[in-house]
């Protein structure tokens, strides 16, 4: 697939209006969504739907985005060890990335101590709340994460939607049409046609992001509403908190790392954070963020295999929650743990945080598998956070998203597979993604 650059002459000779302005309607759909969640409660735990629908229809399409972007830029490459290392970096690039948010979220909630003084009695608490995550929540080996790559059939993964297992089929395919050279041509035209088909869906159903979002917004303010918080105030405190020092101090120096301006990069994606605050799903974000990538000037190979590769393993947002609601449930019921049980949530965690992304409650279910490898936390204590999980999800998802297109950039730069004067014309507002989108729309 390929993202014309329009040159900047010939851009912003017309202000669109505000009403074909995405980030403006979806910013608008938050307010009006909180609006009616907070004045009309029941009527707003009625519109759940609304963002559903919206959800589903995103993760319709995302196996199709996925298969078509990492085929075709995996089969336009001629060198089969460029594949090789791009993918050995990125995966210890999201390793240490994860890992360390792992240890920050532990370090925070030794030091900040959220579940301080609550005093929760664990025979008080419900485990019934918590049973159906549990029952989810089974214990997985490495041997068995291995196996799940493999779907059962090809078809199997996009039925399933499993994007693991999606990234492994194309990169398949990938790797056999770039070794068909001349022959694969008229395939790679194909295929290239097929993804920006695919785009174009995406970008009609962008349109209907603003309903998706006053649904679930709505939806959220109504069911929980601020009065549902109560004593859990200084947990969701300390968790933004976390998130919001992350995203400065570590993705900020990540950035200046690569080249580029943190604060211009957000205001690149704006849309996408948007979407998936209002939504609580990094889902819901993942093609426009897949296209505002390589629209940037990262290489479609880099894009279609790094960024959703990075919902799998790279779950920043997930990892500082794990960790740092772990010790809250403990510090919450008064139980002790020891150094060796905290390095064993820890480590525990490095494996069970894979994944925990996409879907809003991915990262609670993990949280509970985590747990039970300390039978002195008591797997009731979970029950405490049911009513702020949705809350909690809004950070974890914005995190694993923004970290997702952060390490296509610098990835990209690091694979030498990043145009950094179209880079830095996009971020510095030259090049607008929008007037590409608008001369795509039909």
């Known amino acids: 697939m390929t993202l014309a650059l329009t040159h900047p002459a010939e851009l912003g000779r017309k202000r669109k209006p505000f009403y074909k302005d995405l980030s403006i309607l979806v910013l608008v759909a938050i307010g009006l969504g909180i609006l009616t969640g ?47 290392r791009l993918g050995g970096v990125s995966l210890l690039y999201f390793l240490a990335l994860s890992t360390f948010a792992l240890l920050v979220g532990l370090i925070a909630a030794d030091l900040l101590q959220p579940g301080a003084g609550f005093n929760a009695d664990p025979a008080k608490l419900d485990p019934k709340a918590v049973a159906g995550y549990a029952g989810q929540a089974k214990q997985m080996t490495i041997v068995d994460f291995l196996l799940n790559i493999i779907p059962t059939t090809v078809f199997d993964a996009f039925a ?165 609601a772990a010790l809250f449930v403990a510090q919450a019921t008064n139980t002790e743990l020891t150094f060796m049980e905290q390095a064993a949530i820890f480590a525990v965690a490095i494996l069970t945080s894979k994944g925990a992304s996409g879907v809003t409650g991915a990262a609670f279910i993990a949280l509970v598998a985590t747990l039970a490898i300390v039978p002195t936390i008591p797997v009731a204590g979970m029950a405490l956070l049911l009513g702020i999980d949705r809350i ?42 929008e007037d590409y989108r608008m001369a795509h729309a039909a």
């Open 38 to 84: 907070y004045l009309w409660a029941d009527f707003a735990v009625a519109l759940a739907p609304l963002g559903n629908a919206f959800i589903k229809m995103i993760r319709a399409v995302i196996g199709l985005v996925i298969f078509f972007t990492v085929v075709s830029g995996i089969g336009s490459m001629q060198d089969m060890k460029k594949v090789g």
């Open 160 to 324: 399933k939607g499993d994007i693991l297992a999606l990234i492994f089929i194309s990169v398949l395919f990938g790797c056999v049409l770039a070794r068909m050279g001349e022959k694969g041509k008229a395939l790679r035209e194909l295929i290239d046609a097929a993804a920006n088909w695919v785009f174009g869906v995406i970008n009609l159903m962008m349109w209907a992001a603003p309903v998706g979002v006053f649904g679930a917004m709505a939806f959220t303010v109504g069911r929980y509403g601020i009065a549902s918080l109560g004593p859990l105030v200084k947990l969701i405190g300390v968790f933004y908190l976390v998130n919001v020092l992350f995203l400065v101090v570590v993705f900020g120096a990540i950035a200046w790392a690569a080249g580029f301006s943190l604060a211009k990069f957000l205001l690149y994606i704006k849309e996408e954070i948007l979407i998936v605050f209002g939504t609580s799903s990094s889902d819901s974000g993942l093609p426009g963020l897949m296209a505002k990538m390589e629209f940037l000037g990262c290489a479609k190979s880099v894009v279609g295999f790094v960024v959703p590769t990075s919902y799998i393993f790279n779950t920043v947002g997930s990892s500082l929650y794990m960790t740092l």
């Open 392 to 433: 909690m999800s809004e950070a974890r998802a914005l995190m694993n998203m923004i970290g997702a297109g952060l390490a296509a950039a610098v990835l990209a730069k690091f694979a030498g597979e990043l145009d950094e004067k179209r880079m830095h014309a996009v971020l510095d507002g030259e090049v607008k993604f």
